[in-house]
């Protein structure tokens, strides 16, 4: 329990100062102090089991945990080798859906739109061109963002710039994440630091329909924004060139590189231009699942060997109690009451190993995730249906 407890604090540490070998070391630590603490808590935790059967509802259940609690070097060893399994597995399935869910927040914040079309203007029929790029197979949804070529003038310098006019609700449904808009409001300019304007600096835009003065926020993703009302007061009413946004499903890498082709066709002819984003994010995501196959792989590589282990140390445990085995039979318990009684035990123990390992695994992954990629905006994200499965895995591995 010291070392447990001294590895935990130095997990701690380095996870505050994102020193991946600190933290790695606090985490040896705490696997060791929990395999040396294993006894006592395989004790006390199929002890607390066992009387759950001790008012005789469940005799099998409380006879599984007096043997095992008798015996608790066996039970040790025989849970340890789940134990670390389980952890190894937790630890770096915590790890994977931690960088694949920020990886693709952050993908999403940097790139929101998967494919925008420029160069609309006044004189495009937006009508028409809306209803070919929704009728093509994978789009999900488009919305026409305005585009003004207004005047800039901070501190008495004045620059030309680009400014879109958003309309939060009307884009919610087409981009992919709207962090950065959450300020956006008829006094503000949301800029992206590219533009060299510091966050609350007061900027002036002037458009044919007059002049504003609004507050810089710098927050990015996209580009220089304002809200539509204030669009409104710079253009004075006048039409002004415009960029399409376009949804495409999530379908895979091959899927999104398509609906990018078949938009790039569609506008064909049309002095417009097709950028897309969704290929990539769905590459990655494709990258990312072959890596968390080849891990499943290597953990249930591992699981096998645990399953050996448990099946030698199972058939010991057997032989060891020929004379106990016998008494039972010989008082009336029939062959398929030993099997509960031994698949019981092993039961527990894979269920006792396999939850410890679980809930030292997902904090040391995330600790470790924290350490290494914390500056990088990764957050944790625990992956609860993948830890389910790996215990439904480890019981099931018990049973057999």
Not at 6 to 31: E, F, K, P, R
Not at 149 to 170: E, F, P
Not at 187 to 201: A, E, H, K, M, R
């Amino acid at each position: 329990l010291v070392v447990m407890v001294g590895g935990a604090a130095v997990t701690v540490m380095g996870t505050l100062a994102h020193n991946l070998y600190l933290t790695v070391g606090g985490g040896v630590l705490v696997a060791l102090g929990v395999l040396a603490a294993l006894p006592l808590l395989m004790t006390a935790v199929v002890g607390l089991i066992g009387r759950l059967g001790a008012s005789g509802r469940y005799p099998v259940l409380h006879l599984a945990a007096r043997n095992l609690v008798r015996n608790p070097g066996r039970s040790t060893a025989t849970a340890a080798t789940l134990l670390i399994g389980v952890m190894v597995g937790s630890a770096l399935a915590v790890s994977l859906f931690s960088f694949s869910s920020s990886y693709q927040s952050i993908l999403a914040q940097s790139s929101p739109v998967d494919i925008t079309v420029l160069g609309v203007t006044p004189q495009t029929d937006t009508a028409a061109l809306t209803s070919t790029i929704r009728g093509i197979d994978g789009v999900q949804s488009t919305t026409v963002v305005p585009l003004m070529d207004l005047t800039q003038t901070v501190d008495g310098r004045s620059t030309q710039t680009q400014v879109i006019a958003v309309d939060t609700k009307a884009v919610t449904p087409v981009v992919r994440s709207t962090k950065g808009l959450e300020d956006l409001d008829d006094s503000t300019l949301i800029v992206g630091q590219i533009y060299d304007v510091p966050d609350g600096t007061r900027v002036t835009l002037t458009g044919p329909g007059g002049s504003v003065e609004l507050t810089a926020r710098v927050r990015e993703g996209w580009g220089a924004a304002v809200t539509t009302a204030t669009a409104a007061r710079l253009t004075g009413g006048q039409a002004t060139n415009a960029i399409m946004w376009v949804r495409t499903t999530d379908e895979g890498s091959a899927q999104a590189q398509a609906v990018e082709t078949a938009v790039r066709q569609a506008v064909r002819g049309q002095d417009l231009m097709v950028n897309g984003s969704a290929a990539g994010r769905s590459t990655f995501s494709a990258t990312l699942n072959q890596i968390v196959a080849v891990t499943a792989l290597v953990m249930g590589s591992a699981l096998v060997i645990a399953l050996s282990g448990l099946a030698n140390t199972t058939d010991v445990s057997v032989l060891e109690r020929t004379r106990e085995i016998g008494v039972l039979r010989a008082t009336g318990t029939q062959r398929g009451g030993i099997r509960r009684l031994i698949t019981t035990e092993a039961t527990l123990l894979a269920g006792v190993g396999g939850v410890l390992g679980m809930v030292t695994g997902t904090a040391l992954g995330a600790a470790c995730t924290l350490a290494a990629l914390g500056d990088g905006g990764v957050s944790v994200a625990v992956p609860y249906l993948p830890l389910a499965g790996i215990l439904a895995v480890t019981l099931a591995v018990g049973v057999l």
